[in-house]
């Protein structure tokens, strides 16, 4: 019962906070990109604030895959950073959290232009 | 024909977005990609991983997911229906920077992949450590006055 739980509760809090994007979507002129650096923020915030991390408990992966999770991990970072180095973990603590992501899909972006013939726009 | 009239004319003509629908494939396609997370997860903690280097893994696998489908094509096709069900999980991320890196190959490989690479990850990457680093800095000087 408890991983049924778990599964529900992952679905529908990533389930939310994707139909918020999607109303952004249709109901505002917010580009996609837009749409991605206000989620980071809000991450960031909500973090801060502490009020993200009772949503990472119940929801795990629900809260931490989409991008307000990356927000979560910047701020998670930093505040570990400067409890542990002080004022100088407000600058390291951030990329640090996130370094394994950003360099994954940066890494495979390279590949993938390596290895994939573009298509021309349509 | 004035613009008033035109305007409404448009409206009239332009085809409906189904709002609804939408946002029901965003919920479905988002959730899903959540609780595959989910999945994955729970099998890097049964094999001993601590909680943060699986949680963290976890984003790595969809990245790493999200590169294959962008790679062979498929993602644009299941963007167009998810909307932002793959847009908001770390799948719009990673997408964005593979199809930037394919899309800007003609431009060479300096200026063109290593620059447009960042299009839509460098934003948010700047004010992800942006907003991050304010935070730091008053989070430190709170823990002073405590």
Same mark, same amino acid.
């Given at each position: 019962?408890?991983?049924?739980? &778990?599964?529900?509760?992952?679905?529908?809090?990533?389930?939310?906070?994707?139909?918020? %994007?999607?109303?952004?979507?249709?109901?505002?002129?917010?580009?996609?990109?837009?749409?991605?650096?206000?989620?980071?923020?809000?991450?960031?915030?909500?973090?801060?604030?502490?009020?993200?991390?009772?949503?990472?408990?119940?929801?795990?992966?629900? %809260?931490?895959?989409?991008?307000?999770?990356?927000?979560?991990?910047?701020?998670?970072?930093?505040?570990?950073?400067?409890?542990?180095? =002080?004022?100088?973990? +407000?600058?390291?603590?951030?990329?640090?959290?996130?370094? =394994? =992501?950003?360099? *994954?899909?940066?890494?495979?972006?390279?590949?993938?232009?390596?290895?994939?013939?573009?298509?021309?726009?349509? | 024909?004035?613009?008033? &009239?035109?305007?409404?004319?448009?409206?009239?003509?332009?085809?409906?977005?189904?709002?609804?629908?939408?946002?029901?494939?965003?919920?479905?396609?988002?959730?899903?990609?959540? %609780?595959?997370?989910?999945?994955?997860?729970?099998?890097?903690?049964?094999?001993?991983?601590?909680?943060?280097?699986?949680?963290?893994?976890?984003?790595?696998?969809?990245?790493?997911? +999200?590169? *294959?489908?962008?790679?062979?094509?498929?993602?644009? &096709?299941?963007?167009?229906?998810?909307?932002?069900?793959?847009?908001?999980?770390?799948?719009?991320?990673? &997408?964005?920077?593979?199809? %930037?890196?394919?899309?800007?190959?003609?431009? =060479?490989?300096?200026?063109?992949?290593?620059?447009?690479?960042?299009?839509?990850?460098?934003?948010?990457?700047?004010?992800?450590?942006?907003?991050?680093?304010?935070?730091?800095?008053?989070?430190?000087?709170?823990?002073?006055?405590?």
């Amino acid at each position: 019962m408890e991983i049924f739980l &778990n599964y529900l509760f992952a679905f529908l809090v990533g389930g939310i906070l994707c139909v918020i %994007a999607q109303i952004l979507i249709d109901k505002t002129k917010l580009t996609p990109a837009r749409i991605l650096v206000a989620y980071v923020c809000a991450g960031v915030f909500l973090t801060a604030i502490g009020l993200y991390e009772p949503l990472v408990k119940l929801a795990s992966t629900g %809260a931490t895959v989409p991008l307000t999770g990356f927000g979560y991990a910047i701020a998670n970072g930093v505040r570990e950073a400067v409890d542990q180095k =002080g004022i100088i973990g +407000a600058l390291t603590g951030g990329l640090t959290a996130t370094s =394994g =992501g950003i360099t *994954l899909a940066l890494i495979l972006g390279f590949i993938a232009s390596l290895i994939v013939s573009g298509k021309p726009k349509r | 024909m004035n613009k008033e &009239n035109y305007n409404i004319y448009i409206s009239r003509r332009a085809k409906k977005s189904p709002f609804l629908k939408n946002c029901c494939f965003a919920f479905l396609f988002g959730g899903s990609i959540c %609780a595959l997370g989910r999945i994955f997860l729970d099998i890097y903690l049964y094999i001993g991983m601590e909680q943060k280097d699986a949680s963290s893994l976890v984003s790595m696998t969809i990245i790493f997911i +999200a590169f *294959l489908l962008t790679a062979f094509g498929v993602f644009d &096709n299941i963007a167009k229906i998810a909307g932002g069900g793959t847009l908001v999980p770390i799948t719009g991320f990673a &997408n964005s920077v593979v199809s %930037a890196a394919i899309d800007s190959k003609s431009e =060479g490989y300096v200026l063109g992949v290593g620059a447009k690479i960042f299009s839509i990850a460098g934003p948010v990457i700047l004010y992800g450590i942006t907003s991050g680093t304010i935070y730091g800095i008053i989070y430190y000087f709170w823990t002073l006055l405590r």
